[in-house]
């Protein structure tokens, strides 16, 4: 089965650290780029970071710059999201999402794959 | 403040037609990037809807259609279903900020 699992959620002080992971399944892992997004309780969707498929890209959202870190390992199927200096505002549900293949005629800049999420609360 | 900006809600009978609209700018919808939709029930994980304006992946039934316009976007659902109770958000690429960004999602309530 196609798949993404978000582990590493949990509750956390401000200032803390936490480290996610999603397990991918069911497809070449390696051939796809993928995201971290968010989703604060209540509110909407938020981009937070990519990595290309090979690693050799990497963007994040002005809000969790320098302080959240992407990365992959391509070996093991899973994807990371090292958080750091953590606030009460990264309280949110953090999802994996896969980005599809580029075509000859789209860049497929969108989120094909969603995995369930995993619960982040910042709290004291 | 979302960069793409949608309804708070929208509602429809069984059976009806509505159409949730999405309103962008130069820098994402007017600079050619492409208008993505995708369907959230509560407390499940987003699913892709519509990708690159208007083409639906499969299993999305055609009661979906999307368009984009300039600056604009819309999702229009026909023959509205009690399934189809969900928030729906549009997305895209922002060149000016250089980031993925949404809309602050719509939702639809079936009466």
């Known amino acids: 089965e196609v798949q993404l699992v978000e582990s590493g959620g949990g509750l956390v002080q401000p200032g803390g650290s936490l480290r996610l992971s999603c397990a991918a399944s069911?497809?070449?892992?390696?051939?796809?780029?993928m995201h971290w997004v968010r989703q604060a309780p209540g509110k909407g969707l938020e981009w937070i970071s990519y990595?290309?498929?090979?690693?050799?890209?990497?963007y994040y959202a002005d809000s969790v710059k320098g302080r959240f870190t992407i990365s992959r390992d391509n070996t093991k199927n899973s994807l990371s999201l090292q958080m750091d200096s953590l606030r009460a505002d990264d309280t949110a549900v953090y999802y994996c999402?896969?980005?599809?293949?580029?075509?000859?005629?789209?860049?497929?800049?969108?989120?094909?794959?969603w995995g369930r999420g995993t619960l982040v609360t910042v709290s004291p | 403040q979302s960069v793409l900006t949608q309804p708070p809600s929208v509602s429809g009978a069984p059976g009806q037609r509505v159409t949730i609209s999405c309103t962008g700018s130069?820098?994402?919808?007017?600079?050619?990037?492409?208008v993505h939709w995708y369907k959230q029930v509560p407390g499940e994980a987003p699913k892709l809807l519509i990708f690159d304006n208007s083409d639906r992946p499969s299993g999305v039934p055609d009661r979906f259609s999307g368009s984009k316009s300039g600056t604009s976007a819309s999702l229009a659902i026909t023959g509205l279903q009690a399934e189809d109770e969900a928030d729906y958000y549009c997305q895209s690429y922002d060149n000016l900020s250089d980031s993925w960004v949404f809309g602050g999602g719509t939702r639809l309530t079936v009466l």
């Open positions: 999402a896969r980005r599809p293949i580029p075509s000859t005629t789209s860049a497929r800049w969108f989120f094909d794959l």
């Open positions: 069911g497809f070449i892992f390696s051939s796809y780029s």
């Open positions: 130069r820098s994402n919808f007017g600079a050619g990037y492409d």
């Open positions: 990595i290309s498929s090979a690693r050799t890209t990497i």
